[in-house]
């Protein structure tokens, strides 16, 4: 495994490396899925292991549940835990308003039902994720399998009537198989190119039989810390916009790297 990292893969670094700085001692944290969460996970297990740093982990999905597990964290279910001092979690796509599309990775029931239970989300994200208006995304919804070509012609003839949906919907698809989410469920992707009112479609797609959750997670996220290929990060909150600009180095990015190697 090479120490060097692509630009992207050094902002989603140093994105999660100043984001576990919100990780203390006794914390219940919710871990969310993707490659940006993947590696504050590795982040944090680091300071679990060299620094002392003692919390409980609520992972969002098995593979998240498996990494933490691997990297020292110990691990709790969200029954367990009850309630969350904070989530830290990737996205696909965050607006000004800091209302997200996620899913991409197939975890936003989980990731949406952990972040709701939080007293506050952050988001970790390259400037890559930053737009206008939410949408150019493909929104994913998880629907169940029974019924779902009526579910999607459903969700379809709904959207195009408001005239919201661009082009067809997709089901996800694992290889020749469809996608399965940890909950059993299917994905469909949603290719909207640009959603005007986040809000109201969030509460439309939910009210479709067939559909367990939909990919916007709206007035959920209180800050995102963004990362930048240089290695600058900033961190805008909801209420107070931009508070914090740095820049990490990347020293440590290669004894991380090594670590994994190992
Ligand atoms: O919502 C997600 C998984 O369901 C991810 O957080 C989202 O897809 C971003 O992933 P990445 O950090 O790999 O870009």
Redesign the pocket.
């Known amino acids: 495994m090479t120490g060097e990292l692509s630009p992207i893969d050094k902002a ?1 670094y140093v994105a999660a490396k100043r984001a576990a700085d919100y990780v203390e001692d006794g914390m219940r944290v919710g871990l ?6 993947a590696w504050l996970v590795r982040c944090l297990g680091e300071q679990v292991r060299d620094g002392g740093l003692r919390f409980k982990g609520v992972p969002t999905s098995t593979r998240t549940a498996d990494l933490a597990r691997d990297v020292g964290i110990e691990v709790i279910s969200l029954d367990e835990a009850k309630w969350l001092d904070i989530t830290i ?4 796509e965050f607006d000004g308003d800091l209302n997200l599309i ?7 029931l989980q ?1 949406k039902i952990v972040a709701t239970a939080s007293d506050q989300m952050v988001v970790i994200a390259d400037i890559g994720k930053e737009v206008e208006h939410l949408g150019a995304f493909p929104l994913p919804i998880e629907v169940i399998p029974f019924g779902w070509q009526t579910t999607q012609a459903l969700v379809e003839e709904t959207l195009i009537s408001m005239d919201v949906l661009g082009r067809q919907s997709s089901l996800r698809m694992n290889g020749e198989q469809a996608f399965m989410t940890d909950e059993g469920n299917y994905i469909l992707d949603l290719h909207l190119q640009r959603i005007g009112n986040p809000r109201q479609l969030a509460l439309v797609i939910n009210q479709m039989p067939g559909v367990v959750e939909n ?1 916007l997670f709206i007035d959920i996220c209180d800050a995102v810390v963004i990362g930048y290929g240089d290695g600058r990060v900033e961190i805008r909150d909801i209420n107070e916009g931009t508070v914090e600009q740095d820049r990490l180095d990347f020293l440590e990015t290669d004894n991380l790297f090594t670590d994994l190697a190992e």
């Open positions: 989603k969310g899925t993707g490659s940006t969460a979690d990737g996205a696909d996620k899913g991409g990775g197939g975890a936003l990731e990919g």
